[in-house]
């Protein structure tokens, strides 16, 4: 017997009711994104290999797929690099390219590209999907698709407000109940210097971004396998677990990092933040979240994650400022800032709080009974009618009988079925059926699309 065809883990099929819905976000998303003068552009699934690896720190670097050379892709290999088993040599050897990472560093790659094109700043949206080699679990994917907006050739604080102001209208719109975390990598890099260890800011930022998942004391301990010190570690300790409200623990790490200018121009920076949002335009509550680092090496400034309120998942949004994410790639100092929508986890969230359109999954309002050939031509120019006025509608492709054809209309959720036989096409009328209501209406054939518009 043939084995049973399946699919890698961590990627899913999407049936029409998931695509649907699927795209009842992507909508909602875009035309918010569009609100905002944001301009679509969209870069390939693969990149050069020497173009991500580098830009994500250690760990993401390790999550990168890489695509093998086509044809005889050891024919460029080592051969004393494939006998000492030097993967991370091999591997650029047997492979040039990789499957994207994320949609940001693609973007830098086509802001210098483009340079001379581009209108700055820049305001652009994608909508395609990522592919991190990441272990599969809930909310977790290996493939998924990211909704990302991104500002490039300014550094107005401006730009971070108006990207709040979008998660703020984004998840008014989808019905989901959010508290957007913010924080600060200059501040952070404050809080290494004044720990003694500002050699190691990114240790650290790695470590303490995953406190959510670990808890405190494997934080604690991977600080220590990383080289941090344990004096270093228990000065770290008050400052991971301050409280209060967002003006209350901006003053009190002041405080503690007033040596660092560094550490104070973050506080300068997210203060300037808070003060866009006193204009009382954002309903969406925002809080300072000391312990909120976001691991990617490119951040420099403001960091962004979003959490559902009323679902145990991981964030459903996250972004940053990024001062010369370009000049990797030649183009120094264009600074720039984006968030990224995880339309993944945010319509896990959505089933589970039951937040789709009950009507976004028809995708057929009206159904028109097969009853032969004559009776077809008869029902394919009202068909047409209804198509050319943006009414969803089709006829059954043969004359089987009517329990299997109602059947089909039940099963795709059709509203109306529409009949006509020999003694409609007589009478020039039609018979429509609300499958909803089971109501049933005999009427001229052509008031057909007058009837179900109104419906």
């Given at each position: 017997?043939?084995?049973?065809p399946s ?12 695509m ?29 290999l ?6 994500y720190g ?7 797929f ?9 024919a ?19 492979s ?10 693609p ?12 209108n ?14 990441d272990r ?12 990302d907006v991104?500002?490039?050739?300014s ?20 019905g ?5 975390k ?22 650290i ?15 604690n ?7 941090v ?40 920076e997210?203060?300037?933040?808070f ?8 309903s969406?509550?925002v809080e ?8 990617l090496?490119y951040?420099?400034?403001a960091?962004f ?10 964030s ?10 370009t000049?990797i ?19 896990d ?18 159904l ?7 009776e077809?031509?008869?029902?394919l ?23 299997k054809?109602m059947n089909?209309a039940?099963k ?26 089971g ?17």
């Open positions: 017997m043939a084995q049973k699919i890698p883990k961590g990627t899913r099929d999407f049936s029409p009711i998931e649907t819905r699927r795209n009842y976000i992507f909508d909602t998303v875009k035309s918010v994104f569009k609100l905002y003068g944001f301009e679509q552009i969209e870069t390939p699934a693969m990149e050069n020497s173009t991500l690896t580098g830009k250690e760990e993401g670097d390790k999550l990168l890489k695509i093998l050379n086509s044809g005889d892709f050891l460029k290999a080592n051969e004393l690099d494939l006998s000492a088993r030097n993967s991370q040599k091999t591997t650029f050897q047997i040039e390219k990789g499957l994207r990472y994320d949609l940001t560093v973007f830098a790659r086509f802001v210098v590209q483009y340079q001379s094109e581009i700055f700043p820049f305001r652009r949206y994608q909508i395609q999907p990522v592919w991190r080699a599969p679990q809930k909310g977790r994917y290996r493939e998924f698709y990211q909704c991104d500002i490039i050739g550094d107005s604080l401006l730009n971070e407000y108006e990207l709040i102001q979008i998660v703020d209208k984004i998840f008014s719109k989808l989901i109940g959010v508290t957007i913010i924080n600060n990598r200059k501040l952070l890099a404050g809080i290494a210097e004044t720990i003694g260890e500002a050699d190691r800011i990114i240790d930022t790695v470590a303490i971004d995953k406190l959510d998942k670990i808890g405190l004391e494997k934080v301990e991977e600080l220590l396998q990383k080289g010190s344990m004096v270093a570690i228990e000065k770290l300790q008050p400052i991971l677990l301050l409280s209060g409200s967002n003006d209350e623990k901006l003053n009190k790490i002041e405080k503690v990092i007033q040596a660092s200018e560094t550490g104070k121009k973050g506080v300068e997210i203060r300037t933040i003060g866009y949002l006193k204009s009382g335009l954002v969406t509550s300072l979240d000391l312990t909120l680092a976001r691991g090496n951040y420099t400034g960091i994650e979003v959490k559902a309120n009323d679902v145990q998942i991981g459903i949004t996250g972004g940053g400022r990024y001062d010369d994410l000049g790639f030649g183009l120094p100092d264009i600074s720039g800032v984006g968030i990224s929508f995880g339309a993944d986890r945010i319509y969230v959505m089933e589970q709080l039951n937040l789709f359109p009950n009507d976004q999954t028809i995708s057929t309002k009206v028109f009974v097969n009853f032969g050939k004559a077809e031509s008869y029902c120019p009202l068909l047409e009618k209804l198509r050319e006025s943006g009414i969803p509608s089709e006829i059954f492709p043969s004359d089987d009988k009517m329990k054809q089909y039940n795709k959720g059709v509203k109306y079925v529409v009949l006509a036989g020999e003694s409609e096409i007589s009478e020039g009328v039609v018979t429509v059926k609300n499958m909803v209501s109501d049933q209406i005999k009427l001229k054939a052509n008031l057909l699309t007058e009837y179900i518009q109104k419906g």
